[in-house]
């Protein structure tokens, strides 16, 4: 089952990607509902969990052209997140797509000084795909006031120590879902200033147990797509990096069919 699908892609500068907010419209239906209380409580329950229904936000729909990425979003939080996507992922084929909370996550490709592509791998404590290796990643929040590059900056002082002028560019390069979660997902390249081990040396370990360097090579990259322990998020990053980096044709020549 190919897990990964492309609904756009570009290379967006933070100037060409617009958004825009709406009403929420995702549709509630009662079994839905009591399965999003079952899932939350059920972890809730689990001993040594901490649980907070953090605000997110919704992908409610996308227009890509080459010269521009308009969204537009709307207020979800974490535990209808939990209750469809994570937990119910199959909902969206039984009562339909609306149902679920599709948070936006945003996944960068992270390219080093020294020509690397650094990836994390995850650690038991996560919600999901713990010990894959996935970008250091995370959500776009109703703080980031719909600043996507802004939220990219933040994960990666979070999860990395990344200072403003540890980044020289940042640009979007394409939506992915993974059809496993149905959940969207906004793709970046980074490209850092600092070198594959000053970047290591300061991955958190709250999410991360340890990184994963990728020569960033076309032969490598292409090697490291086929490792079933990426998750697909980490195949789009990559991927779509590769685009920009080795050329379209290296691109359908290596996405999944």
């Not at 995850?122 to 290796?133: E, I, K, Q």
């Not at 032969?219 to 490792?227: K, L, N, P, S, Y």
Request: charged fraction near 25%; charge should be negative; hydrophobic fraction near 40%.
């Amino acid at each position: 089952m190919n897990l990964l699908k492309f609904h756009a892609t570009g290379d967006w500068r933070p100037e060409q990607v617009r958004v825009s907010w709406a009403s929420g419209t995702r549709r509630t239906v009662p079994e839905v509902e009591r399965a999003i209380d079952k899932a939350w409580s059920a972890v809730l329950n689990k001993p040594g969990v901490k649980l907070f229904d953090g605000p997110m936000c919704r992908l409610e729909s996308w227009e890509a052209s080459a010269d521009s990425l308009q969204l537009q979003l709307s207020l979800t939080s974490y535990k209808p997140f939990l209750g469809t996507n994570l937990s119910h992922p199959e909902f969206a084929e039984r009562f339909g797509r609306d149902v679920m909370a599709n948070p936006v996550g945003v996944s960068p490709a992270l390219h080093t000084a020294d020509n690397f592509l650094l990836l994390g791998r995850r650690n038991d404590s996560v919600a999901y795909y713990p010990r894959r290796t996935h970008p250091f990643a995370g959500a776009l929040e109703p703080k980031d006031g719909g600043d996507l590059f802004a939220a990219v900056r933040r994960e990666l002082h979070e999860e990395l120590a990344l200072a403003a002028s540890d980044i020289a560019e940042i640009r979007c390069t394409g939506v992915a879902e993974d059809t496993g979660l149905r959940q969207p997902e906004l793709i970046f390249r980074v490209r850092s200033t600092l070198t594959r081990v000053q970047i290591e040396s300061q991955v958190h370990d709250e999410e991360h147990g340890d990184s994963v360097a990728v020569p960033a090579e076309p032969d490598e990259v292409a090697r490291v797509i086929r490792d079933p322990e990426l998750t697909p998020v980490a195949v789009a990053s990559v991927l779509l990096w590769g685009r920009i980096m080795f050329g379209n044709e290296w691109f359908q020549a290596h996405r999944p069919d």
